[in-house]
């Protein structure tokens, strides 16, 4: 009893901006319950026409890149050795854990037999796309984990196991990079199986590349944007430094997706092209989305001035969402039937998004994250932590 009365305690000196994500993530969990009681049928307004809606658009197809920072920071700090980025590493890593677990959350809330899923395991289709991406997603979780577990071990002292997971760091590293290679390309192979459905602005035979490419550009943006939040909203170490370097690697990243873009609209799609002004507009603003924080990062005032680049790594994010959903949705509409999500399939939604937050959050202010974690630490030494501490309060 002492305890809980100690949690609500420490709930109610929270910000009200953490309440009020508790709260969306509470709607949340009451709209999945609904989800669960009355069937997909009665709560959402897919149908044989719109099998996918919210739920995959942003929840699996969106999310998915939104998380690729853990994979595309750590190979750049420990395959490409630049590793004056490792203090970005853990928050990107936790990110990355957090958004794959929630798109786990999506797949099972919007799958029409959840308790079947784990069919996948012993019924192996290996011509499917879909069956990559499960195992994918499976895999690249599980790694994420393990690699999120060395700031749960200097939280509790665990130093055995801290040990065996620094052993591990390298082969995880380079399962993480192999593995999201494979399913964030496979995410684009899933649309080309719509031929005649998704429009000639978006159907390419290099949507696999493109999804890729875009997929690393969201990872250097979301850490961008995180890194800065947290030094404005939560008081931790300012790393403009650090962003800068990631700031110089984007313009290159995002040129070659435009590239890429321009190049597969050019000679690899068949139209029809601009015969729907709603598309035609919709591809306008995510071209311009793209466009815009790459001309902004090649500009060193942008690159070194807070502000500037939180708002050129939002603008990519933007430009990212509104590609995921013309693909996964808009581009695949029906003009004399429409979707619109209804309010379970938003509820829900907003929920994961908060909940994101809310974890991130609550992860930062209890466990090491937002330590820095220089490869020279000896994890034999059981005050590792506060030598670790020591070192950053000395500068």
Not at 53 to 68: E, K, M, Q, R, Y
Not at 87 to 116: E, K, N
């Amino acid at each position: 009893m002492a305890t809980v009365k100690k949690v609500f305690s420490e709930i109610r000196g929270y910000h009200p901006f953490i309440k009020f994500l508790m709260t969306m993530v509470a709607l949340a969990v009451i709209a999945s319950g609904f989800r669960f009681v009355f069937g997909l049928g009665a709560t959402t307004n897919l149908n044989d026409v719109y099998p996918w809606g919210l739920w995959i658009a942003f929840d699996v197809v969106t999310a998915v890149p939104l998380a690729a920072g853990a994979f595309t920071l750590g190979a750049i700090v420990h395959c490409f050795h630049i590793k004056k980025l490792e203090p970005l590493v853990r928050p990107a890593i936790v990110t990355g854990f957090l958004g794959y677990s929630l798109v786990t959350v999506g797949l099972v809330l919007d799958l029409g037999q959840p308790q079947r899923g784990w069919h996948v395991l012993t019924n192996w289709n290996v011509h499917s796309p879909m069956f990559e991406v499960s195992v994918c997603v499976m895999a690249y979780t599980t790694v994420l984990f393990l690699e999120f577990l060395s700031p749960v071990c200097e939280k509790f002292g665990l130093h055995l196991p801290l040990r065996f997971l620094r052993w591990l760091e390298m082969p995880l590293v380079v399962a993480a990079a192999a593995i999201s290679t494979l399913h964030q390309s496979t995410l684009g192979t899933f649309f080309l199986i719509a031929v005649n459905k998704l429009h000639g602005l978006w159907y390419t035979p290099l949507l696999p590349l493109l999804f890729w490419i875009s997929a690393i550009s969201a990872g250097l943006a979301i850490i961008i944007i995180e890194a800065t939040s947290s030094h404005k909203w939560l008081g931790y170490a300012n790393e403009s430094e650090l962003l800068r370097i990631l700031s110089r690697i984007l313009p290159w990243t995002l040129g070659l997706y435009l590239a890429v873009r321009v190049w597969s609209l050019l000679f690899f799609s068949e139209g029809p092209y601009f015969d729907r002004p709603g598309l035609s507009l919709l591809f306008c603003l995510e071209l311009l989305a793209f466009l815009i924080p790459f001309v902004m990062f090649t500009q060193k005032r942008v690159r070194t001035n807070d502000r500037r680049r939180a708002i050129a790594a939002i603008l990519v994010i933007v430009g990212l969402v509104l590609n995921r959903f013309n693909v996964s949705l808009m581009g695949m509409m029906d003009p004399n039937q429409i979707y619109y999500p209804s309010i379970i399939e938003t509820t829900v939604t907003l929920g994961i998004i908060a909940a994101h937050i809310l974890f991130f959050v609550l992860i930062a202010k209890y466990f090491p994250i937002f330590e820095h974690h220089p490869e020279t630490v000896d994890y034999s030494i059981p005050d590792h932590v506060e030598k670790v501490k020591s070192a950053k309060q000395a500068g």
